[in-house]
């Protein structure tokens, strides 16, 4: 599996905003399906937002409204802006990319766990009260 450089994350209190960045991988045909995933200490990972090449997006239930996934225009960077941020919102936040479209259910790119070929190496989310 490749490595993506992950940036940002950090500490903030209910309510507050943070922004993740990722570098893509250079060879953009390497990152045709990208997406964040998230962890939380006990828990499964899990899929939180993701981006298809023709910048459909997708979120998942408990975060949609408050995040944004994005990627610039050159397609070098993938960002993850966090708003409203709320306790259940910290967790060890991961981009991943693949080299494959993402998977398409009823128009949008799936939230799923597919074999992602390259992933960033975490970056931490706190959220205190």
């Known amino acids: 599996q490749g490595q993506l450089m992950q940036s940002g994350g950090g500490s903030v209190r209910v309510g507050g905003s943070l922004k993740l960045s990722c570098a893509a991988p250079?060879?953009?045909?390497?990152?045709?399906?990208m997406a964040w995933f998230r962890q939380a200490s006990g828990n499964e990972r899990e899929a939180v937002a993701v981006?298809?090449?023709?910048?459909?997006?997708n979120y998942a239930e408990s975060v949609k409204d408050r995040f944004t996934i994005s990627k610039d225009n050159a397609k070098t960077t993938l960002y993850l802006e966090l708003n409203g941020l709320k306790p259940e919102d910290a967790a060890v936040y991961y981009c991943?990319?693949?080299?494959?479209?993402?998977?398409?259910?009823?128009?949008?790119?799936?939230?799923?766990?597919?074999?992602?070929?390259?992933w960033g190496q975490g970056t931490q989310v706190t959220v205190s009260a």
């Open positions: 250079r060879n953009p045909s390497r990152s045709l399906c």
């Open positions: 981006i298809d090449n023709d910048g459909s997006t």
């Open positions: 991943a990319a693949d080299r494959d479209r993402c998977t398409v259910i009823n128009g949008y790119p799936a939230l799923v766990d597919k074999d992602y070929t390259s």
